[in-house]
């Protein structure tokens, strides 16, 4: 069974906007920090954003910082990555993942992963 499922992933054109989704089943967000990652084929995974069990501390990779927003809805166990302004850069495959003890936005400190939404903006 999956804990985590992504959606909301497609494909845009430059300047567009998008809202990623990540639910839970078995799994209780707010128990978790979360966080959004992406990887393109060749590179390793990063960090785009992260947020406290509480949605009040963000993290925000450079650069997404001010065109991408993380929230979540612990209520829902829900966790959201809205995408503004796209670039054809951001193309990549979209994580979301429950990190499940002490550390920060780095992929490592995450164990819990969803099988991810493709996100591909063209110019």
């Known amino acids: 069974q999956d804990l985590i499922a992504e959606s909301g992933g497609g494909e845009v054109q430059t300047g567009e906007s998008l809202r990623l989704s990540c639910t839970g089943s078995g799994l209780t967000f707010e128990d978790h920090n979360m966080g959004w990652f992406r990887q393109v084929p060749g590179k390793e995974r990063e960090g785009v954003a992260c947020i406290g069990w509480s949605g009040l501390s963000t993290y925000y990779s450079d650069s997404v910082k001010g065109r991408f927003t993380i929230s979540r809805d612990n209520a829902k166990n829900t966790l959201y990555l809205r995408m503004n302004d796209l670039k054809p850069e951001d193309t990549a495959m979209y994580y979301c993942?429950?990190?499940?003890?002490?550390?920060?936005?780095?992929?490592?400190?995450?164990?819990?992963w969803g099988k991810g939404t493709q996100v591909t903006v063209s110019s």
């Open positions: 993942a429950a990190r499940d003890r002490p550390g920060n936005c780095d992929p490592a400190h995450h164990s819990i």
